[in-house]
């Protein structure tokens, strides 16, 4: 938030168009922000594709060591190198898978938020959002790393995210239960994981949850490279329990399969099930 405000101050408002947000999460959100605020366009770069923050209209902004998603504006565009974004990490381009193919349950749980909640729902983002999962799923033997096919396909996902949260009006096509997980991990962890590396871990279990196939999920996260259980997220089995247990409390009004809560014994069980922890 400091640096947000630090590039308002530095902006000379005759002379800006719009802001260029160039590089990874951070600086997209603070570019992302600062735009809103100062009542201009901006125009997303990303160096990396971790996660669908590069498209979509919330930024996620750290004030006073908490972290809370902000509604802003979306990027009226975005320019993506598939060259440079190739050149970056696997981890990252992995974790953006993360985002993706926890779309699945994001849009299951916004269909049972409409059939219980009777929420808003758009039968159109609700499947560009689901389809988009699923291609990427059934094409995790083609992420590869350090291959600029593999880097286009990640972006085309995300941006078909944006799109869809965009149809929506609202971030419900891309965020449930899973991401009120990664939300409450981001609190609770000492050392969080990257956002799509959590909510993808998140995903398999609240597929379970779901009564879905959760084996899916996991297999295609494995296959990419991305983290399937705690251990490879970093993260004590302790604090996964504990973001199972308050994960409800994140964003109360938006009903998810989480419902009024799990209890500490069902967590245990959910993540041993689904081979999050031993
Ligand atoms: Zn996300």
Known sequence: MEKVEQLIKEIDPKKRVFLLGVGGGK????????SQRIKSSFISVPTAASH??????????????????????PPVAVVADTMII????????????GDIISKCTAVRDWE??????????????????????????NSAQSIKPGNTESARMVVKALVASGV???????????????HKFNHALNTIAPKPALHGEQCGVGSIMMMYLHGGNWQKIRQSLETIGAPVNAEELGIEPEYIIKALVAAHTIRPERYTILGTGLTKEAAIKLARITQVID
Request: charged share 15%.
């Open 86 to 97: 190739s050149q970056a990490p696997h981890k990252l381009l992995a974790s953006g898978c």
């Open 27 to 34: 600086t997209i959100d603070i570019a992302k922000l600062a």
């Open 164 to 178: 869809a949260m965009s149809i929506a009006g609202s971030s419900q096509p891309a965020s449930g239960s899973e």
């Open 52 to 73: 669908d923050g590069i498209v979509s209209s919330r930024a996620s902004i750290t004030k006073n060591s908490i972290s809370a998603s902000i509604e802003a504006e």
């Open 112 to 137: 049972l938020a409409h059939r219980l909640k009777n929420a808003k729902f758009s039968e159109y983002a609700s499947h560009l959002s689901m389809m988009t999962a699923k291609i990427l799923m």
